[in-house]
């Protein structure tokens, strides 16, 4: 018997509720009209089949012409090649570097607590396209109206294609005339410095009246939207709109006009959703990017890198790591200019783009290429934002992933082919992590989180319930055993193991290059900077409601001392050197962020806790087992943020952790030993697999957040203002890869010296400002004679240098460029009211190496028998 509460849609023959006919009827086979405007009884539905589709198309072309933004229009290029035909198959088809990191770059890792509004803006219009996902991308089973089972609406799609490549077209650069140049470089220059719209029109006038009174061409430079529209149709970027549940339950397929499970009204009267997010697909970004020659060289410069034999000595990036190692024989083998294979790591991540707002809260979806060397990763520009999406998405954060997902299917099984000026380039792409803060990872895993009896995510260890410090009911803590608990497997994670914390299986399990608990990784931002270390300052001054035995508590006049010693300290040393800022952390511990606090366990707590006041010696002793176990932890955590550690240095991370981990154990209450401090224990294991923690922390989204939180201005929509400004960042970046010059210090002094290199060993140094000068003349205020016999005879080791007579000639510079950073030395400062030639340096020791501060003094390079060196 027919279901009284269905009708049957004429176009696609598939029965819909009545109370979402109107809606579906609206959008069915990419034609909108609205019946009801046609009808003199609102509650009789039209005869579909009497209505010419034709007419119904040119009437909704007609009523919804003033319905979008123009900075969202999609343009037709006209010019790709046959194979774009293909690119219909996949739903979502459509659509100035700072290497050094700031306190305003860093968030505090309190995501995920509130609420969050990101409902779209409805400016684009999205041409139906015919959908593939895998199935199950949710399972999550709920009651509908109806009483029956709640299918998700990604279940219904025909399984995903993984066989058929993408097709990404990039068109190659065109001469622009001066007026054009230096508007889209206005236009970047303004999105940089987060000038406002209003501002940047003031300021637009004013330089075109300069422009027609000066004879620029007699062309203004244009309008702020003018410059968007031009650039979107060079650089073909556009975002996909999908519609999302109002009450950020999931996302559904494009001409989905499915209900959600929660009962929410999902569609305004004229069929169009009440939220949306855009969705900037991970393909085009990396098309344009492998587009750039010079960018593509460099990923094949660290591809085909000679990867380290098992047992060498340093470790140095992922690529060295055993996951990367074993997969590089099936996954990343025989990689050419024209057929590469990528590896990327995912990170998502919360926030708050406004202060006091707990109900704007978004979750980024973050991607770094990490096929490019650490040098080059982390650069503004070739970071990847997906997605910004709701940070209370309910707890089902793969509904709203599930169109990266689809990609990455595709990009690891099929790749995708990329038409450019260079020619076809073939690429594979493969997500060796996928990681973020706790919470992040938790969803991700779908793991039961670390306050359950299992905890933690990476092995099974059995937590313990104890009352919280604060005194507010029971936690779980992890004070284990001496030995490590057993390592989750990894079926764990592809069929799911609710007995031990795993609910259900994870997705990314199906991905080629899944590699068990491993893939998830650890992040030293949120473990060691925003949680280790802050609740250690916590321990220090006993800042607990309840009594607890830190081992480690401190009078309160020692931790005053300690906050200004450090303010103090600050003014004296130079801001490049510490990537965090100096705080006084007795009084403002909650404005520190994950930086400040690395910083705070690397150098105050050595220093000021140990030597400057010496207090916690005074407190205990100095051979007490907590002085002891308190700098296990800082060397153990000081060794792991290296950027190269060797064989020695990770055998003795794993000591110092297990000390530190003992003295917590045996020493302290068990309710201090949180997850954090137990994800130590993992550090070596984690190292061995994936390299040096720095190789793929969460500082680069950290970053990333860091610029929308600056940028992103409208309370009442964030959502939509954070899509307008990834498209806006996109451009940016494709336009300054094209037609900008990417010298981050402008030109070069006409005056400079090229150290050579004959082994190209190391990155090319430059002397600037050079004159030839005499050792003598120097050598009264530096000792540069014996300073140089010492080092040529050290180069020689056969006493030839200690009989012959040295050169007098020098070459002396004024500035010194490594890499892409300047140097300045005491001979010839800098202008500024400010200390900047102190370095850190890690030089070699009787015991191994160590971390230095020198300054720099004199830049000169001296030959010797045809042999040239460079002194500072």
């Known amino acids: ?49 009497g209505v010419d589709p034709s007419i119904m198309n040119t009437v909704y072309r007609m009523n919804d012409q003033d319905m979008y933004y123009n900075d969202m229009i999609e343009y037709d290029f006209g010019d790709s090649p046959s194979a774009l035909v293909q690119q219909p198959l996949y739903a979502d088809n459509c659509g100035g570097d700072d290497d050094h ?25 999205n041409v139906p396209e015919q959908q593939h996902i895998i199935v199950g991308a949710t399972d999550q089973v709920n009651s509908d109206e109806e009483g029956g089972i709640y299918i998700d609406p990604w279940d219904k799609e025909p399984p995903l294609r993984t066989d058929v490549p993408f097709e990404e077209t990039v068109r190659g650069t ?60 060079m650089v073909n970027l556009q975002g996909t709109k999908y519609h999302i549940c109002p009450g950020h339950c ?25 939220a949306s997010m855009s969705y900037f697909p991970l393909r085009r970004q990396l098309a344009y990017m492998i587009s750039d020659q010079d960018i593509c060289m460099s990923i094949l410069d660290t591809v085909t890198l000679q990867l380290l034999e098992s047992g060498e000595e340093v470790l140095t990036d992922i690529t060295d790591g055993t996951i990367y190692r074993t997969l590089k024989a099936h996954l990343f083998q025989n990689q050419t200019e024209t057929n590469l294979s990528l590896a990327l790591s995912l990170f998502v991540d919360g926030f708050t783009p406004f202060k006091g707002s707990g109900n704007s809260r978004m979750t980024i979806v973050h991607l770094v290429l990490l096929s490019l060397s650490p040098k080059e990763r982390y650069k503004t520009k070739h970071m990847m934002q997906v997605a910004i999406i709701p940070a209370d998405h309910t707890g089902d954060i793969y509904s709203f992933l599930t169109p990266l997902l689809r990609e990455l299917f595709v990009l690891e099984d099929a790749g995708m082919n990329v038409y450019c000026e260079g020619g076809s380039i073939h690429v594979k792409v493969h997500l060796l992590l996928a990681s973020g803060d706790l919470i992040g990872c938790q969803e991700i895993v779908h793991h039961t989180g670390n306050n359950s009896e299992y905890g933690c995510r990476q092995c099974r260890i059995k937590t313990t319930s104890e009352i919280s410090p604060a005194g507010k009911g029971h936690g779980r803590y992890y004070p284990g055993t001496i030995a490590m608990s057993t390592p989750r497997s990894d079926d764990e994670f ?19 290059s899944f590699h068990g608990y491993s893939f998830f990784g650890l992040d030293e931002m949120h473990c060691i900077g925003a949680n280790v270390t802050r609740k250690l300052w916590d321990m220090i001054t006993g800042n607990f409601a309840t009594d607890v035995n830190s081992t480690i508590k401190l009078r309160r006049g020692p931790c005053l001392d300690i906050g200004r010693a450090i303010v103090d300290s600050g003014s004296t040393l130079p801001s490049r050197i510490f990537e965090g800022s100096f705080r006084d952390v007795s009084k403002k511990a909650g404005l520190m962020r994950s930086v400040d606090w690395i910083m705070f366990l690397q150098i105050m707590i ?22 002891q176990a308190l700098m296990s932890l800082v060397i153990g955590c000081t060794l792991s943020l290296q950027w190269e550690i060797d064989r020695e240095d990770h055998s003795n991370i794993k000591k110092h952790l297990n000390l530190w981990h003992l003295h917590m154990k045996n020493n302290m209450d068990h309710n201090l030993y949180t997850v954090n401090f137990h994800l130590l224990r993992h550090f070596t294991e984690i190292i061995e697999k994936l390299g040096p923690l720095r190789g793929y922390s969460t500082r680069s989204a950290e970053r990333a957040i860091g610029f929308f939180k600056r940028h992103i201005k409208l309370c009442v929509r964030p959502g939509a203002n954070a899509a307008k400004i990834i498209k806006r960042q996109l451009l940016m970046c494709n336009f300054e890869h094209v037609y900008k010059s990417d010298d981050p210090i402008g030109e070069l002094p006409v005056n400079q010296y090229v150290i050579p290199d004959e082994d190209e060993e190391y990155e090319e140094i430059i002397v600037w400002n050079h004159h030839v000068a005499s050792v003598t003349n120097y050598n009264a205020k530096y000792n540069l004679i014996e300073y140089l016999t010492n080092y040529w005879h050290y180069q020689f080791r056969d006493d030839q240098v200690l009989h012959s007579v040295l050169d007098n000639n020098i070459r002396i510079g004024t500035q010194l460029l490594k890499g892409d950073i300047i140097f300045r030395c005491q001979e010839y400062p800098s202008t500024a009211k400010k200390l900047d030639t102190l370095v850190k340096l890690i030089m070699p020791t009787t015991s191994g190496s160590g971390m230095f501060f020198e300054d720099l003094l004199l830049f000169f390079t001296h030959t010797y028998e045809g042999t040239i060196s460079y002194q500072h």
């Open 174 to 233: 065109t001469q622009l005339d001066k007026h054009h140049q230096k508007s889209f470089e206005l236009y970047s220059w303004v999105q940089d410095h987060n000038v406002s719209r209003d501002a940047y029109i003031s300021l637009l006038s004013m330089l075109n009246e300069w422009i027609v009174d000066d004879s620029f061409d007699k062309k203004l430079l244009f309008l702020p939207t003018k410059s968007e529209a031009r650039l979107e149709k």
């Open 1 to 49: 018997m027919p279901n009284p509460k269905l009708i049957t849609c004429m176009s696609c023959s598939v029965d819909q509720l009545k109370t979402r006919y109107n809606a579906h009827v609206a959008v069915c086979d990419g034609i909108v009209y609205e019946y009801m405007t046609i009808n003199e009884d609102p509650k009789v539905l039209p005869d579909a089949s």
């Open 494 to 512: 592809i069929q799911g193991m609710p007995d031990y914390g795993i609910k259900k299986a994870t997705l990314f399990g199906q991905l080629k």
């Open 101 to 125: 990191m700031t306190d305003e770059d860093f968030a505090t890792d309190d995501n995920y607590n509130d609420h969050s509004d990101n409902e779209d803006e409805v400016d684009q219009e």
């Open 250 to 274: 999931r996302l559904f397929p494009l001409t989905s006009m499915d209900d959600c499970s929660c009962g929410k009204e999902q569609f305004f009267s004229n069929g169009k959703p009440i």
């Open 606 to 627: 050595p220093t000021l806790v140990f030597e400057g006041f010496e207090q916690l010696v005074d407190e205990y002793g100095r051979n007490a087992e907590q002085v």
